[in-house]
């Protein structure tokens, strides 16, 4: 289980729009990744709703910000385009970054066990550490609660 001050691990995984986003290539920058269930349900379109009207706050506090599920770059793209996001959503179909991460876990809804990724967002410093981890997200204010943690680096 990954801890605040650990090294947030590396990870380089297709975006929408085509391209690749590589952690070590964001070396030196502030970084926000935020692991959600999947793109066009209701609470991950908020948050990604959420995190899109916040961007620039974000890229004016320093901070690049990536969404990350295990739906397809296809999938990325039709989620983009039907809701206007510009915060940049990462496929990790594979479902090794949200391992690596430890969001990947049985779930239990309605007496029904499955694996799925839990809602989570890791803030990773200059450095490259986490800096602050949060899990369960709930979606209101959650953005605005990252963004002044980012404030506060």
Sequence with gaps: MLEPSDLAPAFTLPRDGGGEVSLTDLKGQVVVLFFYPR????GCTKESIGFSEHLQAFADAGAAVYGISRDTVAKHDKFVAK???????????????????????????????SM??????????????????????????????????VKSL
């Excluded at 839990?118 to 899990?135: N, V």
Aim: charged letters at 30%; a negative charge; glycine letters at 8%.
């Design 39 to 42: 793109d066009d349900t209701p």
């Design 83 to 113: 809701h206007d996001l510009t915060v940049p959503l990462l496929s990790d179909a594979e479902g090794t970054t949200c391992v690596d991460y430890g969001v990947w876990v049985e779930k239990n809804m309605y007496g029904k066990k």
């Design 116 to 149: 799925g990724i839990e809602r989570a967002t890791y803030l990773i410093d200059t450095e490259g550490k986490i800096a602050r981890i949060w899990r369960k997200v709930k979606v209101p204010g959650h953005v605005e609660e990252v963004l002044e943690a």
